[in-house]
């Protein structure tokens, strides 16, 4: 019970009340371990019943703190505030649309209490027997992945914090931080929090709230560059074009690549972000479908990558007999 004293937990939230609410009966029911711990919500300055829910909610649960920005900060500036605010030990950043599963609970406690772990995973997206680093780093991009050590979060981190914070990653700064000082990350037999993830065509859901036009760089932000532009931050290179292989936990870098090609077009942008956090292998590969993706839309055909070499090769012997026919003629 002792090691649940050091954890904090932060909720972030924004116009999602249903959502919220649904969170809340989760950590304050009876059989939630963390249902008295000191658990404070930032609510990115909601209009919808957010702030009457929480007070509602605080008045019940003293241990509740309702914090809310005076204007919307965007979904990285509401990521942020918990790590600058942390002051336990242990630090859990929870979203407001997750399910919970208190089942195997034992498994985090006993990892609390270990001051070798500096990331104790929570969540998992995939159902790999061993999770290899390269997976793990694409894990803790979801936020509610990872319970950190606070004491990894400095100055230094806290300013790449907010560097990274366009890429709508920014506690990937210290995920990375971790990394480089090889330090230790417990992953669990079981998991706690439950996430279907969706990737999005645009980004549209992670700019909720911004009434007004957007930053060009938030306008077109495709999540590999986020996921790209993380990996920057690990020194190992190696381990950099491993985090890459993965963008689509369990597809093939391929498939990855055609897909952001399908939603982000040529948006030079995204494409020069990539090619910076590739390796010469995979920026020729990358360069290969980015050729296939202009052949395909100049030809306007709906075939697939592997039968357009075919088509290519119809079209010029088409173009090569009409010749002969015009010189025979």
Known sequence: MGSRQDLEIFIITYNRREKLKRTFEQIFDMASPVRELDIKVIDNASNDGTRE??????????????ISNNRNLGLSGNIIKPFELASKKWLWVLCDDDDYDWTHWDEI???????????????????????????????????????????????????????????????MALVCEIVNQGKKIFVPENVIVKQSFTLEKDNKQYARGANEELHFRQRNFHLFCGFANSFRMLKDKKLRYSCCENFML?????????????????????IFDLFCAFSIKQNLIFTMLIMIYILKNILRIDISSERIYIVILKKIKIRINLIRRYKNA
Do not use: W
Request: charged share 15%.
């Open 53 to 66: 829910l929480c007070t509602e909610y605080a008045e019940r649960f003293s241990n509740l703190v309702y």
């Open 109 to 171: 406690d006993n990892a609390l209490n270990s001051n070798e772990n500096a990331i104790i995973m929570a969540e998992r997206l995939t159902d790999y027997k061993k999770i290899s680093l390269p997976v793990l780093i694409n894990e803790f991009s979801f936020l509610p992945a990872a319970i950190y050590n606070t004491e990894n979060i400095t100055s230094s981190v806290m300013q790449k914090m907010y560097i990274n914070a366009y890429t709508l990653f920014p506690h």
């Open 250 to 270: 369990g597809f093939s870098f391929n498939k990855a690549m055609s897909l952001f090609l399908t939603h982000n077009g040529l948006d030079l942008n995204n």
